[in-house]
């Protein structure tokens, strides 16, 4: 099982801020992914990474961006918060476990954009 | 059609009972399945893991596959108040991602 950490765990800002949602893992896992969800709604992947170096969009399309420039660091960036961008975002990283990956999540970060 | 179908439920379940949750997927390639357990406003936790046919217990959680029929249920046992949660079905695509379910709703009721 991974530790995955998420940071902050919930932020407020205002319209037009910039903002960065830290997320690290400690086990050497190559594929990480950021999730998008609602309350009471579908998980939206919306950014994953097999690797240092390797982004890419998810199946749900995000203004927000991401980067891989360290294997245990996976941050995402919104340049300007918009109170769509509300939501719950969650990262999570695969390990590979007797043959098949096996993917384990962060605790979130709830983002409420007032 | 979705890749992975599950009924969104709630599946209400008196305490005690065995809980059945239900899911069919549409990649006939898929070799792994997982399911998950998400508690209103937590990530999701991986409770189970599947790879061939057949069941695989753990405590009181049972997974069941057939990959013919292309169906992975979840039977949870002695259902408990602390089962109350929404339980989602995972299966990878042809590049590893994992496809999740709607999600399934579970109340366990005293």
């Known amino acids: 099982e991974a530790d995955i950490y998420q940071t902050p765990r919930y932020l407020v800002i205002g319209t037009g801020k910039k903002i960065t949602l830290e997320c690290s893992q400690t086990m050497g896992h190559d594929k990480m992914y950021w999730y998008q969800q609602d309350p009471g709604m579908e998980l939206h992947l919306i950014h994953y990474s097999y690797g240092v170096n390797s982004t890419e969009k998810g199946d749900l399309s995000s203004e927000s961006t991401v980067s891989r420039i360290r294997t245990e660091h996976f941050p995402l960036t919104l340049e300007s918060a918009r109170p769509s961008h509300t939501s719950q975002y969650l990262c999570a990283s695969s390990e590979l476990n007797r043959g098949q990956y096996e993917q384990y999540f962060g605790p979130g970060t709830r983002l409420t954009v007032t | 059609q979705k890749e992975v179908e599950q009924n969104s439920g709630p599946l209400s379940v008196p305490e005690g009972a065995i809980a059945s949750l239900n899911c069919t997927y549409s990649?006939?390639?898929?070799?792994?399945f997982f399911w998950y357990r998400q508690y209103s406003g937590k990530s999701p936790e991986l409770i189970m893991s599947?790879?061939?046919?057949g069941d695989k217990e753990d405590g009181r959680f049972t997974a069941q596959l057939n990959k013919a029929s292309q169906y992975v249920s979840l039977l949870i046992r002695d259902s408990q108040p602390s089962d109350s949660a929404t339980y989602l079905c995972a299966v990878p695509d042809s590049w590893g991602k994992l496809q999740f379910g709607a999600g399934t709703q579970v109340v366990v009721t005293p």
């Open positions: 599947i790879y061939s046919n």
């Open positions: 990649d006939r390639v898929s070799q792994s």
